[in-house]
């Protein structure tokens, strides 16, 4: 893996991927790596609007790229299923699920359509639902994968089940956290019980270390005018560019050799920036006893069940 970079993506001719979030950022990137690798690319999206001009970009630097502009709104589980709906309406199998989009705001507490803690609800169970949804078309691809993007900050987070919506004493970045916790706790649960099953399935998962994208902006809109205009540039000098952020996740996606259960982030010093390398998830992401708690939580409070 020493300086993989996207030059190693293998041919991705006749393969389907699915990318949520793929209008900006890592998960504009990722898209337009899979669509250069020869990859019919879902940009599954919030907004269309930003979709087409996502698909525009990749378009004059990718040469007949094959792309499909859908809309997803991960905050609505009701979006989840039409998304889906429509998706499996016209295409068979899908050899590839990217779940990329998350939402990171330091602010007051929000919360989804359905209710739900606003990180929690789109970054985990919005996600959860999907792959849900979407997890037979996957088994009929003939090697399927599921990408899990976790972050670092999932290391120092600690799931309460007696409040998931963080409904007590509210703080952001604790919320971002226990969301990607949550993501990480699932995406490792989902291995187990694909292994379980005999499923060719892999579920693997990837973080970018800290990388500058849309969401350092985003993050701050809610706060003064000096944190809006400082940290955001502070935050810039320290981060690592796109293109190399969205490197474990293309790895996760498309090297021959990952293994479902496998964590893909950055080499260098606290996993903050660097080449790609297999890092581990926090203890308790990695218990198998949270895996099925927090398993069980998801299938009830979205709805959706499956493995």
Same mark, same amino acid.
Not at 4 to 25: E, L
Not at 182 to 197: I, K
């Given at each position: 893996m020493t300086k993989?970079?996207?030059?190693?993506?293998?041919?991705?001719?006749?393969?389907?991927?699915?990318? *949520? @979030?793929?209008?900006?950022?890592l998960g504009l990137a990722t898209a337009t790596e899979l669509a250069r690798h020869g990859a019919r690319v879902v940009l599954a999206v919030r907004d269309p609007d930003a979709g087409a001009r996502a698909a525009a970009a990749i378009r004059t630097s990718v040469a007949g790229a094959g792309l499909?502009?859908? #809309?997803?709104?991960?905050?609505?589980?009701?979006?989840? #299923?039409?998304?889906?709906?429509?998706?499996?309406?016209?295409?068979?199998?899908?050899?590839?699920?990217?779940?990329n989009a998350g939402a990171v705001l330091l602010g007051p507490p929000r919360t989804t359509a359905d209710g739900f803690e606003l990180h929690l609800g789109t970054n985990a169970l919005g996600h959860f639902a999907l792959t849900g949804l979407l997890l037979d078309a996957l088994g009929r691809a003939e090697a399927a994968r599921v990408i899990s993007l976790s972050s670092i900050t999932h290391k120092n987070a600690h799931l309460d089940f007696d409040d998931l919506m963080s409904e007590r004493d509210f703080d952001a970045a604790r919320a971002y956290g226990r969301?990607?916790?949550?993501? *990480?706790?699932?995406?490792?649960?989902?291995?187990? #019980?694909?292994?379980?099953?005999?499923?060719?399935?892999?579920s693997a998962l990837a973080h970018p270390g800290v990388t500058n994208t849309n969401l350092t902006s985003r993050a701050w809109q809610d706060r003064g005018r000096l944190a809006r205009t400082i940290i955001p540039r502070l935050f810039v000098a320290v981060t690592q560019p796109v293109s190399r952020g969205v490197l474990p996740q293309l790895?996760?996606? *498309?090297?021959?050799?990952? #293994? @479902?259960g496998r964590f893909f982030g950055p080499a260098g010093p606290w996993e903050m920036r660097g080449h790609v390398t297999e890092v581990r998830p926090s203890r308790e992401a990695a218990d198998p006893s949270v895996g099925r708690r927090l398993w069980a939580e998801a299938e009830e409070l979205t709805g959706v069940s499956y493995l």
């Open positions: 993989w970079n996207a030059d190693h993506i293998p041919d991705q001719r006749g393969r389907v991927a699915v990318v *949520t @979030g793929a209008n900006s950022g499909d502009v859908r #809309r997803l709104d991960l905050a609505s589980l009701a979006s989840v #299923r039409a998304f889906a709906d429509a998706l499996l309406a016209d295409v068979p199998s899908i050899d590839l699920l990217v779940n969301a990607k916790l949550a993501t *990480t706790v699932l995406g490792l649960e989902l291995d187990r #019980r694909l292994r379980a099953t005999g499923s060719p399935i892999v790895h996760a996606a *498309t090297a021959p050799d990952v #293994r @479902g």
